[in-house]
């Protein structure tokens, strides 16, 4: 059974940083898409990062340049290391895997099969 564990969230000031974690069991990171989507409260789940089995990855244009989507195979997790945070980062953070990954950041959210519980981040002005 695919599990995915999320953590490494907070609560942090305007410019500070933050690195998530997603462990992930029951299958190898190596042959799935996997991303990090946010939802805040009253908004849609948003698509923030991708990366492919090879490594290659892709970011929504408000993450560009502050956020790296990053992945250890050997230790299967998948991770997001967030700088510059800005209060309109406040959101509960998802990772989820997708098993293809020949569409992977423009795969439909639905595509995603699994789903870790989320973790609060928290950005203060």
């Known amino acids: 059974q695919v599990q995915l564990v999320e953590s490494g969230g907070g609560s942090v000031q305007s410019g500070g940083s933050l690195r998530l974690s997603c462990e992930a069991s029951?299958?190898?990171?190596?042959?799935?898409?996997m991303g990090w989507f946010r939802q805040a409260p009253g908004k849609e789940r948003e698509r923030i990062a991708t990366?492919?089995?090879?490594?290659?990855?892709r970011y929504t244009d408000s993450v560009k340049g502050r956020f790296t989507i990053s992945k250890d195979n050997a230790k299967n997790t998948l991770y997001l290391d967030m700088n510059s945070l800005k209060p309109e980062d406040t959101a509960m953070y998802y990772c989820?895997?997708?098993?293809?990954?020949?569409?992977?950041?423009?795969?439909?959210?639905?595509?995603?099969?699994?789903w870790g519980q989320g973790t609060q981040v928290t950005v203060s002005s």
């Open positions: 989820a895997a997708r098993r293809s990954d020949g569409v992977c950041y423009l795969a439909h959210i639905s595509t995603f099969a699994y």
């Open positions: 029951g299958y190898t990171y190596s042959s799935y898409c």
């Open positions: 990366i492919r089995s090879d490594g290659s990855t």
